[in-house]
């Protein structure tokens, strides 16, 4: 029995239902790369160990990926035990505040939620006025850095999925633009843009050590800067 060709039937005038198209689309994983992007939702999460964070979900806008979305989460507190239920020292749960903070201000900064000025001769990161958290720059251009992870579901199965590196929301320059398009193979993320997102659920990655439900951490508020 021959193979049946995809092109059977295929004319100038036959037309695809692009629901179906787009959704097979879906199925594939945006590869490693620079992508402009917009901010096109905010959530507010909890994990069941009771940690909180926030998951930024970006739209692609340009190139073969456009319309395809891409998360970015960020812890919002700070367990002070770890893993095994033993309490961190005062300095580590410091570091790990301050990573957080970090990563909030740098990706605010690419969406324009806080601006560099000069004060006392030293550059810092402020507020942009009128403004105070995510959900007042939805829809702000940016670019993103991705990357994929492979991770395990709560059924045990292997799955890839696609998302903005620890640093990798970065504002609309000159410098970045160049940046765009899929990475090559076995390239590494950039070196300025971290690792790896902070983790929401399902197996994602622990850019800080998540916490046991038993016992019930206790936590540092980076309620400031929500």
């Known amino acids: 029995m021959s193979n049946v060709s995809i092109f059977d039937d295929m004319n100038e005038d036959t037309a695809y239902d692009a629901g179906e198209v787009d959704a097979a689309a879906q ?18 999460r909890t994990t069941q160990q009771e940690r909180s964070l926030q998951e930024l979900v970006f739209e692609i806008t340009e190139g073969r990926h456009a319309k395809r979305q891409v998360q970015f989460s960020i812890w919002t507190d700070v367990a002070v035990v770890d893993a095994e239920g033993n309490p961190k020292s005062p300095e580590k749960i410091e570091e790990e505040r301050n990573r957080a903070r970090n990563q909030f201000v740098k990706a605010g900064y690419g969406l324009g939620l806080y601006v560099k000025k000069v004060i006392d001769g030293k550059e810092k990161y402020i507020i942009t006025e009128g403004m105070r958290n995510f959900r007042d720059v939805i829809d702000a251009t940016c670019i993103i850095e991705t990357k994929t992870r492979t991770y395990k579901n709560k059924d045990g199965e292997d799955k890839t999925s696609a998302e903005v590196t620890m640093f990798g929301v970065l504002p609309v320059t000159d410098e970045n633009r160049k940046k765009l398009g899929e990475k090559k193979a076995g390239e590494k993320p950039d070196a300025k843009s971290g690792a790896a997102a902070a983790p929401g659920s399902g197996g994602k990655s622990t850019g800080v050590a998540a916490t046991p439900a038993k016992p019930a951490p206790t936590k540092k508020s980076l309620a400031g800067l929500l």
Not at 27 to 44: C, I, Q
């Open 27 to 44: 199925g594939s994983v945006v590869p490693p790369g620079f992508y402009m992007a917009t901010l096109k939702e905010v959530k507010d």
